[in-house]
């Protein structure tokens, strides 16, 4: 992964927790990233795919932090970290 795109990429991680948190879902997010890996490149393929579908949701910017975050396992696992660490107890 290039490291151009790591500010921007972490500097989303707090607003995801968030969206992840109001749906319920930073527990099976965690859960997949630590354990789905060999998915994960085909999971960035599919959001570089869908990203014109996307982007009525999701900026430019963020489909590309999201789509190279699942690229990179230990970006993957930095976030997977992040998110049980911003679950409240």
């Known amino acids: 992964m290039q490291t151009d795109f790591l500010p921007e990429t972490r500097?989303?991680?707090?607003?995801?927790?968030?969206?992840l948190h109001r749906r319920g879902l930073e527990s099976l997010v965690a859960?997949?990233?630590?354990s789905a890996s060999p998915l994960m490149?085909?999971?960035a393929q599919a959001i570089y795919f869908g990203g014109p579908f996307l982007r009525p949701a999701l900026s430019n910017g963020q489909i590309n932090a999201l789509a190279?975050?699942?690229e990179d396992h230990g970006e993957a696992q930095a976030f997977a970290v992040f998110l049980r660490e911003e679950m409240p107890s």
Request: charged share 10%; glycine share 6%.
């Open 68 to 70: 190279s975050l699942l």
């Open 41 to 43: 490149v085909l999971g």
């Open 31 to 34: 859960w997949a990233l630590e």
């Open 11 to 19: 500097a989303s991680w707090p607003a995801w927790a968030e969206f």
